[in-house]
């Protein structure tokens, strides 16, 4: 079965430094999102995006966040400059294109740490 | 965003249905209700969704008020496998937007 993957499992980094954070939809899907979870806290939108382009975002989501398709298959999270509260899990999701395609499929996430 | 309602905490007994309940009460015409799961340590997963009428999959049923102010996430035969943290979840007409609220975390008792 297709699945989301993303890497690394694990990033640990700095303060002030930039991550990167990768992940591989599912190959046939259209629209792309990033979700956070600071631990033991809910799980919270970030970004959408479709057809190469940020159709919504969330507030969480400034300038020190930004989202790329670099080629026909990854799509990536940058933080530019990491902050302590910065450290959570990042989740990537898909879903084919479609109203009435209705399910997202979650990746099994990375875990940011930033000291 | 339509804001939904679910209790923190639920048990159950393992092999007993398990009725999760949801309030939705400000939900739009045009709102989908959608339950997601969190397993430990992992991402979320898609469960069920539904407009008006009354649903069934694989993994559960979803039942939907007349007034669609409330839904409740059926389990016929919780396992241990089924112990996750269950979010209702209402997706507007753009599509886009997913927002999680709280919960429920559900224990399954052997």
């Known amino acids: 079965e297709p699945e989301v993957t993303q890497t690394p499992s694990h990033q640990v980094t700095q303060m002030g430094q930039e991550v990167i954070l990768r992940c591989v939809p599912i190959s046939n899907h259209l629209y792309f999102y990033w979700y956070r979870q600071i631990l033991g806290q809910k799980v919270e939108f970030l970004v959408s995006f479709y057809n190469n382009e940020i159709s919504e975002k969330s507030e969480i989501f400034d300038d020190q966040f930004s989202v790329e398709r670099p080629d026909g298959s990854n799509f990536t999270l940058k933080i530019r400059s990491t902050k302590l509260e910065d450290s959570a899990m990042y989740f990537c999701?898909?879903?084919?294109?479609?109203?009435?395609?209705?399910?997202?499929?979650f990746g099994p996430g990375t875990r940011l740490t930033v000291t | 965003d339509a804001k939904t309602t679910q209790p923190n905490s639920m048990e159950s007994n393992e092999e007993e249905p398990v009725h999760l309940p949801c309030n939705h009460s400000?939900?739009?015409?045009?709102?989908?209700i959608h339950w997601y799961r969190q397993l430990p340590s992992q991402g979320p997963e898609y469960v069920i969704h539904?407009?008006?009428s009354n649903v069934n999959n694989r993994m559960a049923s979803l039942a939907i008020a007349e007034d669609r102010k409330s839904s409740t996430l059926i389990l016929h035969r919780a396992t241990l496998r089924d112990a996750a943290v269950y979010y209702c979840i209402l997706r507007d007409d753009t599509g886009n937007q997913f927002y999680f609220g709280t919960g429920t975390s559900l224990t399954v008792i052997p």
């Open positions: 999701a898909s879903r084919t294109g479609g109203f009435l395609a209705y399910e997202q499929y």
């Open positions: 539904g407009l008006t």
């Open positions: 400000t939900i739009s015409g045009t709102d989908y």
